[in-house]
């Protein structure tokens, strides 16, 4: 069985799934079926697997791996980088409207009476 420390991905234990996903698609077939191996043996995560068998299934289908080091492909990714995702003005929610009794922070705006 392989260790911890000879999986092609040195921080594997700590990714989120959500994470995960990235980095083994930069992974080739032999990579891949290491961290299956020890995916299966340790915490055999149902999820995790079948990501796994998926990718594998396509690599040995003739997909290739994605460019880049397996240990540095989330960091370089946007979306799934350690600080989440950016805020924007794009990705703000709608203007709030004040409640119908009236702004209690603008004490010219008269108040319903009911």
């Not at 290491?34 to 915490?43: F, I």
């Amino acid at each position: 069985m392989t260790e911890h420390d000879q999986l092609p991905i040195p921080d594997y234990d700590q990714l989120p799934v959500g994470g995960l996903t990235s980095r083994i698609r930069t992974l080739d077939t032999q990579g891949l079926q290491t961290l299956l191996d020890y995916e299966r043996g340790h915490a055999n995560r149902i999820q995790v697997v079948q990501i796994m068998e998926h990718r594998l299934s396509a690599l040995k289908s003739g997909a290739q791996p994605s460019g880049g080091e397996p240990a540095t492909a989330a960091a370089d990714d946007p979306q799934h980088g350690a600080g989440g995702s950016k805020v924007s003005e794009a990705t703000t929610g709608p203007a709030m409207n004040p409640p119908s009794q009236g702004d209690p922070t603008n004490p010219a705006q008269p108040r319903s009476t009911g």
